[in-house]
């Protein structure tokens, strides 16, 4: 799977959606199917935030690819992911720690152009 879209929050339930009907074309189901859908939709979910922080318009980039026994994913942005206030860590700051619980591997990778998160895990049927 790859798809983009503009960094809206508004596109976010349709991308997710997108990205559900893959994971069954995929025979990714049960369990599995939703700590993936959980940990890609709150990837996207930053992505989409700090893609456009400074202002601009920003793009978010989604790969996904499933084997036999493998997810693998990547959600790429054009903007800086940075670490929540620890005043506001309470209410934010929660979704890559989730991201980490639910797949194997979690990985950002951080530069001027951007972020990508990467994540993958086993497949389990």
Do not use: Y
Not at 48 to 69: K, P
């Amino acid at each position: 799977m790859k798809a983009s879209c503009t960094a809206d929050r508004h596109q976010l339930a349709a991308v997710r959606d997108e990205f559900r009907l893959w994971l069954t074309a995929c025979d990714i189901t049960g369990p599995c199917a939703q700590n993936a859908l959980v940990a890609v939709n709150e990837a996207i979910a930053n992505a989409m935030e700090h893609a456009c922080a400074n202002g601009s318009e920003g793009t978010v980039h989604i790969t996904a690819r499933a084997t036999v026994d493998r997810f693998c994913t990547e959600v790429a942005d054009t903007g800086i992911w940075w670490d929540p206030e620890p005043r506001r860590a309470a209410v934010r700051g929660r979704g890559v720690p989730l991201m980490r619980r639910l797949m194997d591997h979690v990985t950002l990778t951080s530069g001027s152009a951007g972020t990508t998160v990467s994540m993958d895990t086993r497949v389990t049927r």
